[in-house]
């Protein structure tokens, strides 16, 4: 298939944290909030003159200064965070809304504060103390923390709008961009699709990483390019599966799994499109606050939550997708010395595959996976075992 338009322009979207994209808001007066957790309602921080910004370090290599401040024995993705702020990486935020959910990001945030690493007089944070429950007194904790530890901050040192006319106009945006990747992620049920998974890794951290009001246009035009595009003669495609886990922005895992022929129909990770670009639904009789806080906190997959309703819920949320985009296994990914997801991975590698019947794998990876022979020979040995199985049970039939 003949390249998207717009596809390496993304992928320069990518290279850097501080963007074009970025730049362009800021030069036009917006205020960057920075955030790195599902917990973040990324929505709300598109009300009046902000803009949302998922933070990542693209490009990382050495890890030794965070390293000495942190140990090697946390994520990747937060020594990343940390080491590309010691780099100046991140003096274009004004404000960084961050949240307990784990304890390794929140040393991130200390740091950020003790050592000055944000070169902004400006610059400020707040930490939400995040539920563990979804109940009506969890609701009510979630949305006080909100209002008290970031939208009060915004609104007083940056003027930051957040009456309820700019909160609906912030989430008729997002819900604009989630559309489009609702459609987008239709066209991926198709036996032979006209996207490819390294195409909607790319489309779908750009949407995280840049501002919503700039990147919008890209990705309509983007969508529909797809719908005029034509698929490949021959359906190049060995296995289908559903890739669920931790936090993923390096696409290089997407284009392993496409250089084996293996088409990821779902992302299931955090900050993918499931549950990250599902519309927000409104209604008139509550204040927009407390619905989208709601709607955050009761769509979150995060596996922070360990009562056991969330625990099943999660399991049953990835056999939806296995059915609904007709995949043939699971791929659990996990950033190595993630405590959280190295618990879930573990377990449900063998429940999805033992007790549920398909097919599921479990992988540790880096933050940084280009270039990784291991990840490559795993995922090679998996496609082969879903062409055995469904070779098994076309001759059962």
């Given at each position: 298939?003949?390249?998207?338009?717009?596809?390496?322009?993304?992928?320069?979207?990518?290279?850097?944290?501080?963007?074009?994209?970025?730049?362009?808001?800021?030069?036009?007066?917006?205020?960057?909030?920075?955030y790195s957790c599902y917990y973040i309602p990324e929505a709300l921080f598109n009300c009046g003159n902000a803009f949302s910004v998922r933070l990542?370090?693209?490009?990382?290599?050495?890890?030794?200064?965070?390293?000495?401040?942190?140990?090697?024995?946390?994520?990747?993705?937060?020594?990343?965070?940390?080491?590309?702020?010691?780099?100046?990486?991140?003096?274009?935020?004004?404000?960084?809304?961050?949240?307990?959910?784990?304890?390794?990001?929140?040393?991130?945030?200390?740091?950020?504060?003790d050592l000055k690493l944000i070169n902004d007089g400006n610059f400020d944070y707040g930490i939400i103390d995040a539920p563990m429950k979804v109940t009506p007194h969890g609701l009510k904790l979630y949305v006080d923390q909100i209002r008290t530890q970031f939208l009060k901050p915004l609104e007083e040192k940056h003027g930051i709008d957040f009456s309820e006319k700019s909160m609906r106009e912030a989430v008729k945006l997002h819900n604009e961009m989630c559309d489009i990747f609702d459609e987008m992620c239709e066209l991926r049920k198709a036996d032979n699709p006209v996207i490819t998974p390294r195409e909607f890794h790319i489309i779908s951290i750009a949407s995280y990483m840049c501002p919503t009001y700039l990147i919008l246009p890209y990705l309509k035009e983007t969508l529909k390019e797809l719908k005029k595009r034509k698929a490949d003669p021959v359906n190049k495609w060995r296995a289908r599966v559903v890739v669920v886990g931790s936090e993923l922005d390096d696409y290089a895992f997407s284009e392993i799994l496409e250089n084996n022929r293996c088409y990821v129909v779902?992302?299931?990770?955090?900050?993918?499109?499931?549950?990250?670009?599902?519309?927000?639904?409104?209604?008139d009789e509550e204040d927009v606050l407390t619905q989208i806080c709601r709607d955050y906190l009761e769509t979150n997959q995060c596996t922070r939550f360990m009562s056991a309703e969330k625990i099943t819920g999660r399991r049953e949320y990835v056999k939806h997708l296995v059915e609904e985009y007709k995949a043939d296994g699971i791929i659990y990914e996990q950033a190595k010395f993630c405590d959280f997801w190295g618990y879930e991975?573990?377990?449900?590698?063998?429940?999805?595959?033992?007790?549920?019947?398909?097919?599921?794998?479990?992988?540790d990876r880096e933050y940084v996976v280009r270039g990784s022979g291991q990840l490559a020979t795993r995922v090679q040995a998996f496609v082969e075992s879903l062409e055995i199985k469904k070779i098994q049970e076309g001759g059962n039939k």
């Open positions: 298939m003949k390249d998207l338009k717009h596809i390496h322009f993304f992928e320069q979207l990518l290279e850097s944290a501080n963007n074009e994209l970025i730049q362009q808001a800021k030069a036009e007066g917006k205020v960057a909030v920075g990542s370090a693209p490009n990382t290599g050495s890890l030794d200064i965070s390293q000495y401040y942190m140990t090697s024995f946390i994520c990747g993705y937060t020594r990343a965070l940390f080491e590309r702020a010691f780099e100046g990486g991140y003096n274009f935020v004004d404000f960084y809304a961050s949240s307990d959910t784990c304890q390794q990001m929140v040393r991130v945030v200390e740091n950020l504060r779902a992302d299931r990770y955090c900050f993918g499109a499931f549950p990250g670009r599902q519309k927000i639904v409104l209604n991975r573990m377990l449900n590698t063998q429940i999805m595959r033992e007790e549920y019947g398909i097919p599921t794998i479990g992988i």
